[in-house]
């Protein structure tokens, strides 16, 4: 990973451990704020990804807010981020609104029957209530991840605007991308626009959602910072921006160590991390990491399928080669690992949590956040 010094991460952290490293999130937290100044846009820290609250000091410094998921999440930025919080779910139950309108500043209803019935609730609350809509343009790879798939639960089509009251509604929102650069972006706002333009003239805020990689190499900054513009200056809207892993991407990796090796038709490592309980998206998506001088399956003279501890049969996390053969105690460093990991954990088989570190590159020193025991796996459970 470009400006990580993972030999000494390696040698300094403990096994497993997430690692964080404080000089990669300060350069990402640099371009968003260029972003920012250049453009007028309020970003906010998507809490999904990324909810390391140990380093939302260093956050806070840039970024205005955070966008939460659930009142548990709001609460967490409210307490321990500070600024602006908006809250979107699919849907609230009634104790949800009334806690989330004691967090938030920006409350969004993903349907008109949740908006009306619970206006009695919000209507003098003074949080700014919004709508999510549903371009209908479809940019994800991923069905399981793209917000605009066929019969989507998320966002409200324009056709369910008709007849519908906006009495207090004062933002729309739209979240329809995915580990993106700025072209999808560009082509869904255009389609966003074409069917919910009219609505922003009587609207106080924009928001523009997720998924957009700003910080990954190849992101066209001048065309992201014209967009936004654009909409400020046609409709006069306040334009938020939420991304996660662009806070995130290329500061992380997870340190794991060489449990055992053993072969069946080929070399099979067995490692102290776990496909499933640490990095569900080799699963789920699915999602192959790299690896430090780890490479595809026959590129190097010694390829192993590299799998987790627990009992899951399909704990396999893929295939790489080495150049040289992996002995037990051999540290491998997945990267790009802090952003839909630490949020996405489990507990299953009570396998060790990884820890959570912090390396900052100014002063080569790796901080030990937390370690996790006993005590946290059996508390989950009663």
């Known amino acids: ?43 906010l820290m998507a809490l999904k990804a990324f909810s390391m609250w140990s380093v939302f000091p260093i956050i806070r410094e840039t970024l205005q807010g955070v966008c939460a998921s659930s009142p548990w999440e709001a609460r967490l930025g409210y307490e321990e981020f500070g600024g602006e919080v908006h809250s979107f779910a699919a849907a609230f139950k009634e104790e949800d609104v009334r806690e989330l309108l004691t967090t938030s500043n920006h409350l969004v209803f993903n349907s008109f029957h949740q908006l009306e019935r619970f206006r009695p609730l919000w209507e003098q609350s003074g949080v700014s209530i919004g709508l999510r809509v549903n371009p209908e343009h479809s940019e994800g790879h991923t069905p399981i991840y793209d917000p605009c798939a066929p019969k989507s639960r998320l966002g409200i089509p324009r056709r369910e605007f008709e007849d519908k009251s906006l009495a207090g509604v004062e933002g729309l929102h739209f979240h329809t991308l995915c580990e993106q650069l700025f072209e999808p972006l560009e082509r869904t706002a255009k389609a966003f626009e074409d069917k919910f333009g009219p609505f922003l003239a009587q609207m106080k805020w924009l928001n523009l959602g997720g998924g957009h990689h700003i910080t990954r190499e190849g992101y066209d900054i001048d065309a992201l910072v014209e967009l936004v513009r654009y909409f400020r200056e046609k409709y006069g809207v306040e334009v938020y921006l939420e991304p996660g892993e662009a806070i995130a991407i290329g500061t992380g ?130």
């Not at 371009?31 to 453009?39: C, F, K, Y």
């Not at 053993?262 to 080799?282: F, G, K, Q, R, Y």
């Not at 192959?288 to 190097?300: A, L, S, V």
């Open 253 to 382: 990796i997870l340190v794991s160590e060489v449990l055992d090796v053993v072969h069946n038709e080929m070399d099979i490592a067995i490692l102290d991390v776990s496909a499933t309980c640490h990095m569900p998206d080799c699963l789920e998506m699915p999602y192959r990491p790299g690896i430090t001088n780890g490479f595809d399956p026959g590129e190097r003279s010694h390829t192993y399928r590299l799998g987790g501890p627990s009992c899951l049969a399909g704990d396999v996390i893929g295939d790489w080669s080495f150049d040289r053969p992996l002995q037990p105690g051999d540290r491998l460093a997945f990267e790009d690992m802090a952003h839909y990991t630490m949020v996405k954990t489990t507990t299953f088989n009570g396998i060790q949590h990884p820890a959570i570190c912090t390396y900052d590159p100014d002063t080569g020193e790796l901080r030990v956040v937390r370690k996790f025991g006993y005590g946290d796996f059996k508390s989950r459970l009663s």
């Open 1 to 43: 990973m470009i400006g990580i010094d993972i030999p000494k991460i390696l040698e300094l952290a403990p096994s497993p451990a997430y690692v964080v490293d404080l000089g990669r999130l300060r350069h990402n937290l640099a371009i968003l704020d260029q972003v920012q100044q250049r453009s007028g846009a309020k970003i």
